[in-house]
C-alpha cells in the first residue's frame, strides 16, 4: 500500500525533475547544434534517457497524489 509522500521527499523529486529538465534542454541544444553526427546521437541518446527519467519522476508523484493532503498541515 502506498502511503503519502513526506516534504522531503516531495521537495527531492521537485529538485530531481528541474535537474532532469535542465539536462533534457542542455542535451536538445547539443542534439540541435552539433556538427558531428556522433555528438548529434549522444545528444538524442542522452535526451531521450533524461525524458524518461523525468516521466517516472512525474508518474511517482501522480501514483501518490490521491494521498496528498487536501489542507495545509
Do not use: V
Not at 4 to 24: G, P, V
Request: charged fraction near 10%; proline fraction near 4%; avoid cysteine.
Amino acid at each position: 500500500m502506498l502511503q503519502a509522500l513526506t516534504a522531503k521527499e516531495l521537495e527531492y523529486i521537485a529538485d530531481s525533475m528541474s535537474n532532469e529538465d535542465l539536462l533534457i534542454k542542455q542535451n536538445a541544444l547539443l542534439a540541435s547544434l552539433a556538427t558531428n553526427p556522433a555528438l548529434r546521437q549522444a545528444g538524442m541518446a542522452e535526451l531521450q534517457t533524461h525524458q524518461q527519467h523525468y516521466q517516472t519522476l512525474l508518474q511517482a508523484l501522480q501514483q501518490h497524489q490521491h494521498l496528498a493532503p487536501t489542507q495545509p498541515q
